[in-house]
């Protein structure tokens, strides 16, 4: 085998702004559903793994939070999270979106990146092309050029899978040599309980208030086949709120919200397990758990 055919192996993350696209981008490029994605900022806490397999390559993605500025001991934790995740992988796609400005936010993620990008190179994705006319794109790619020195620019939609391949080639150039490290068929090395969790609080949060995404964490207490039924599995499940105001949204008039969300997120374990499952889920008030060390540490931050 020559160097030019030799297969590659290795880890990127995406940073940027909430809301960027990077959890979608991350689907798209694994081609199933792993990390959480949802129309409002940051709502992607675990660095959730996606593997690309590929003939040439196996391309593992961790999904990072949105860098912000922290105002809570989870905020802090989250940024904490992010940095360590930069200095693990062997490439950070840095994304920006199509439609809105390069402004203060992405300038102050390009020049934390900075300090890394001596040893890990950034490549620079300007997300949801879809969104906005091509010359608008291009004038993008030039604005985010101003920012910092990218590896590489390009252009993105997950939406319409355009320039997703490429995307996938770009990263895979910046791989080592090496071999495959998962195997086959293997789409996250995410244990399958906090998948299961994740996609109850992607259920939970639809719809809901502004003021409650970061006040949802969800655990899973129980998963078990039911005795004597081979095909039914038993998952039991706490929805996380900080506040009663919180908890009555969440269970909404009747209990009809809660409802709700146990059918959709049903509907998402089932298609995760390939089997069958009895969901019951439960809404606890765990007072200012964003702030308390301990309540953190129980819920897995
Ligand atoms: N039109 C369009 N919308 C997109 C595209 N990619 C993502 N979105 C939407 O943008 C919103 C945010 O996407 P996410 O993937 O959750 O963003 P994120 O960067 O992971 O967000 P955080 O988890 O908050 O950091 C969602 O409503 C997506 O549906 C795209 O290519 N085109």
């Known amino acids: 085998m020559t160097s030019e055919d030799a297969h590659r192996s290795g880890f990127a993350c995406f940073v940027g702004r909430p809301n960027a ?11 199933t559903k792993v990390a959480i994605t949802s129309s409002k900022p940051q709502t992607t806490r675990h660095a959730i793994r996606g593997i690309v397999h590929r003939p040439d390559a196996q391309l593992i993605i961790v999904d990072t939070p949105g860098l912000h500025r922290p105002r809570t001991l989870l905020g802090r934790r989250l940024n904490d999270l992010v940095y360590e995740t930069w200095s693990e992988v062997d490439v950070v796609g840095f994304c920006v979106p199509a439609d809105e400005k390069v402004g203060p936010g992405d300038r102050f993620i390009a020049e934390q990146l900075k300090k890394v990008s001596r040893r890990t190179p950034v490549v620079g ?80 949060l639809e719809g809901v208030r502004d003021e409650l995404p970061h006040s949802l964490a969800v655990t899973v207490e129980e998963m078990n086949p039911r005795e004597g039924r081979d095909d039914l599995i038993d998952v039991h499940a706490l929805i996380y709120v900080e506040r009663s105001s919180q908890k009555a949204i969440v269970i909404g008039r009747g ?38 060390p301990k309540q953190l540490r129980k819920l897995g931050f």
Do not use: C
């Open 21 to 31: 696209g990077k959890s979608t981008l991350t689907n798209r490029l694994v081609g």
């Open 125 to 204: 994705v300007v997300t949801k092309a879809d969104l906005v006319p091509k010359q608008q794109v291009a004038e993008q790619l030039l604005a985010l050029q101003e920012v910092m020195d990218f590896a590489e620019l390009i252009p993105v939609s997950a939406k319409d899978s355009f320039q997703v391949d490429e995307l996938s080639d770009v990263l895979v150039s910046q791989l080592p040599e090496g071999p495959q490290l998962y195997p086959d068929g293997e789409l996250t090395d995410e244990p399958e309980t906090t998948l299961i969790a994740e996609l109850i609080r992607e259920a939970a």
């Open 255 to 292: 209990g009809e919200r809660l409802r709700t969300v146990g059918s959709q997120a049903r509907r998402h374990i089932q298609a995760l397990l390939g089997s069958k499952i009895y969901l019951d889920l439960h809404v606890k008030i765990a007072k200012d758990w964003q702030r308390d």
